[in-house]
T-cell receptor, first 112, second 111 residues
Framework: GESVGLHLPTLSVQEGDNSIINCAYS??????FIWYKQESGKGPQFIID?????DKRQGQRVTVLLNKTVKHLSLQIAATQPGDSAVYFCAEIRPNAGKSTFGDGTTLTVKP | DGGITQSPKYLFRKEGQNVTLSCEQNLNHDAMYWYRQDPGQGLRLIYY???????QKGDIAEGYSVSREKKESFPLTVTSAQKNPTAFYLC??????????FGSGTRLTVV
C-alpha cells in the first residue's frame, strides 16, 4: 500500500548544529509535499512545501530537498535552536484524492 | 484573526458513552478533515468533507460519525462502537486540498 515514512523516529542534536530529517514516500505520482512541525499538545504547523517539479526549496533556516528518483524527501534545519525541539513529519499531498498521507514523525531534541 | 478552533482541549469519556468533538473554522475553507494521532504514529484520516452536506470515510472511520451542515463546522462523534478511542484528535481545513490548517487538537481519554 501507499505510505510515507521517516527514517528515524528520534534525532538528538547540539544547539547550533544543523539537523537533517528524512522521509521516504511510495507514491511516485505525488506532486506536492509539505513538512510540518508539531510541538507537544499542539496541532501541526506548516514549515515549508515543495512541488514535484522542484528539487530544492529554501525558507528561513530550513531547506527541503526532493529526490524523485529514489522518492526521498529531507528537511534541513540550519543552526538548530532549542525552540526547534518538536515532532517533524512530512505529508504527501494528493488533492485529486481529496486526502493526503502523513509520515509517522521524527522527534527532534535540541541539547543546549 | 482567521483560524480553526477545536473544543474541548481535553475530554473524558466513560465506557459505552458517545462524545462529540467540535471543530469550527472561519477561513472560508471548503474542505475539512478529522485525523487521529496515537503516540509515535502519523496522522490517520477518520473522515473528510470537501463540500457542505457531503463527507467521505477515511482510513479508520469505524466507530466514528460526522456531519457537515455548515461550511464552518465539522463535528466528530466518537461512538461506543469505537473500542479504543483514547487518542489525540486533530481537525484540519483546506481551501484546495493542497495546504492544511490544523486546529490545536482534542485529547480524548476513556475513564
Amino acid at each position: 500500500g501507499e505510505s510515507v515514512g521517516l527514517h528515524l523516529p528520534t534525532l538528538s542534536v547540539q544547539e547550533g548544529d544543523n539537523s537533517i530529517i528524512n522521509c521516504a514516500y511510495s507514491n511516485s505520482a505525488s506532486d506536492y509535499f509539505i513538512w510540518y512541525k508539531q510541538e507537544s499538545g499542539k496541532g501541526p504547523q506548516f514549515i515549508i512545501d515543495i512541488r514535484s517539479n522542484m528539487d530544492k526549496r529554501q525558507g528561513q533556516r530550513v531547506t527541503v530537498l526532493l529526490n524523485k528518483t529514489v522518492k526521498h524527501l529531507s528537511l534541513q534545519i540550519a543552526a538548530t535552536q532549542p525552540g526547534d525541539s518538536a515532532v517533524y513529519f512530512c505529508a504527501e499531498i494528493r488533492p485529486n484524492a481529496g486526502k493526503s498521507t502523513f509520515g509517522d514523525g521524527t522527534t527532534l531534541t535540541v541539547k543546549p | 484573526d482567521g483560524g480553526i478552533t477545536q473544543s474541548p482541549k481535553y475530554l473524558f469519556r466513560k465506557e459505552g458513552q458517545n462524545v462529540t468533538l467540535s471543530c469550527e473554522q472561519n477561513l472560508n475553507h471548503d474542505a475539512m478533515y478529522w485525523y487521529r494521532q496515537d503516540p509515535g504514529q502519523g496522522l490517520r484520516l477518520i473522515y473528510y468533507s470537501q463540500i457542505v452536506n457531503d463527507f467521505q470515510k477515511g482510513d479508520i472511520a469505524e466507530g466514528y460519525s460526522v456531519s457537515r451542515e455548515k461550511k464552518e463546522s465539522f463535528p466528530l462523534t466518537v461512538t461506543s462502537a469505537q473500542k479504543n478511542p483514547t487518542a489525540f484528535y486533530l481537525c484540519a481545513s483546506s481551501p484546495d486540498s493542497y495546504g492544511y490548517t490544523f486546529g490545536s487538537g482534542t485529547r480524548l481519554t476513556v475513564v
